[in-house]
Each structure stands twice: as C-alpha cells, then as structure tokens.
C-alpha cells in the first residue's frame, strides 16, 4: 500500500491510499498521473487536491557520502561510520510546491535521497530489527546551499533552510520498495543522477541501528539515505523529478529568491 496525505476539496487534511500498482507517476505536478486518491468511501483525482507531504517529522537525520561514487565525485571518501547531519521540520516542503533560491547565494544543488519514514518511538535498536520500526520509504531532495555548507561544520544554513527538504509524494510500503530498487532524478527532463538503493554504502538496517544508538526516533521521522553521484545546480524555473522504483515520482519547482 501506499498512503498519501492531501487536502480535499473542501480543505480537509485527509490520509488516503494511492491506487496506483505501477507507483511510476504518483504525485505529478500536472494532476495527469494515473490512478487516483482514496479516502473512506471516496476516491479523489490527483489533480483537484493539495498533496501534503506524506508525514511529519520532527526531525529528518540525513547521511553524507553513503554512495562511494558520490564520495568520489567530491574528490572525498566514504567515512567509516555513517556521517549525520539533521534538517528540522521547517526544512520539510510539500510535493508540487516551489522552492525559493535563498538570496545572494551563487549554488545550491539537488541531491536525490530514498527516505526511511519511521513507524514508531525507537530507541537502541538492533540491526536485526530495525525494518521493524520503518513503516515505509518515500522520495526526499536534499536541496544544499553549498555557498554557506563550505563554510561551516554544523550545516544549518547549508542544509537547514526553509523548504530544504522537498518530501513525498506518498510513504510506500517496504515490501513495495526492491533491495534494488532504482533511483533516478530529472533535471527539467534530464537524467542527472540514476543509481540503486543497492549501493548504498551503510544499508537501512545499519543507519537505523547507529541513529537509535544516540538520539530517539519518532513516529513520521524520515532517515535520508545519501544521494548518489551526479549532484548539480539548481536554477529558477527548473523542474526536479525523483523517481523511486516502488515508491512513485517527486515532483517539484524552483523559483528566483
């Protein structure tokens, strides 16, 4: 199954079912994409809702070089423990939405991510059972603000601006989502990065053990794998795509400051 949080018509905030077998195309920005939204006993066409972004974390805890081709393309290695860094809730932008550029900054790239949504309060747990806390993946964007990322050791204002985490469009089941399983992401049409869950350097059952050793995860918190080789920069007016295999097509915009 894959849920998906919307707002209705009527500007209820609803949390459905997208009935889509494929997952190729749910959540396109143009309301075109097959299948449709069920809520109770009413089902709804992409297009005459406000996709929501499918949880809401109170945190997302993101990992750095976890793809050894990423590492390499910034002239850098694969640490020996997973590197972490947090975005905050604010950080969190919706499918369909336009992110702003942040004035006077000269880059920020896109970077596709498979995030882990978590299912319940966790804490220590062990890598054998870690998939028992994961209620499912969904597509991220780590957009990076490498202006001010260079400049600092904490990343706040390189990760953790406003609308720095565009999130969605659905949480899929795990069963839904191929060790595999494909990661591609479109720059206004354009394959920019397209690589596989299956090279990640720490898997999921790793990073969930590591994460729970030092902080407590919470129901909607979302684990951002890494981001694969192929990092670019952004520009108004480009259109983002992040297609999971499994989990369906993130969309979204970039507008000027």
Same mark, same amino acid.
Request: charged fraction near 35%; aromatic fraction near 6%.
């Given at each position: 199954m894959?849920? =998906?949080?919307?707002?209705?018509p009527s500007g209820a905030v609803r949390t459905g079912e997208w009935l889509d077998d494929d997952g190729g195309t749910a959540g396109d920005a143009a309301g075109t994409a097959e299948g449709q939204l069920r809520f109770a006993d009413r089902t709804y066409d992409p297009g005459e809702v406000t996709l929501l972004p499918p949880c809401e974390p109170s945190k997302i805890v993101c990992i750095g070089r976890n793809y050894a081709a990423h590492a390499e393309e910034l002239d850098d290695e694969v640490p020996d423990r997973p590197l972490l860094f947090l975005k905050p809730p604010n950080a969190v932008a919706p499918p369909r939405s336009d992110v702003p550029l942040l004035p006077?900054? %000269?880059r920020m790239d896109y970077e596709a991510e498979l995030? =882990?949504? =978590?299912? %319940?309060q966790c804490r220590n747990v062990d890598e054998a059972d870690a998939m028992d806390v994961v209620d499912g993946f969904t597509c991220l964007v780590d /957009?990076?603000?490498? #202006? #001010? &990322?260079? &400049? %600092? &050791?904490?990343w706040v204002r390189?990760?953790?601006?406003d609308g720095a985490a565009p999130l969605g469009p659905v949480v899929a089941d795990p069963d839904h989502v191929p060790a595999d399983a494909s990661i591609r992401l479109r720059q206004n049409g354009e394959v920019k990065q397209d690589s596989s869950r299956s090279r990640l350097f720490f898997d999921v059952p790793e990073l969930v053990?590591? @994460? !729970?050793?030092? /902080? !407590?995860l919470e129901p909607g918190d979302v684990i951002a794998t890494g !981001?694969? %080789? $192929? =990092? $670019?920069p952004v520009a108004p007016g480009d259109d983002i795509e992040v297609e999971i295999e499994g989990v369906g097509t993130l969309r979204?915009? @970039?507008s000027a400051p």
């Open positions: 894959k849920r =998906v949080r919307f707002r209705d006077g900054i %000269e995030g =882990v949504v =978590v299912g %319940e /957009l990076s603000n490498r #202006d #001010d &990322q260079r &400049q %600092e &050791q904490n390189g990760k953790a601006f053990a590591e @994460i !729970t050793r030092y /902080l !407590t !981001t694969p %080789e $192929g =990092v $670019g979204h915009g @970039i």
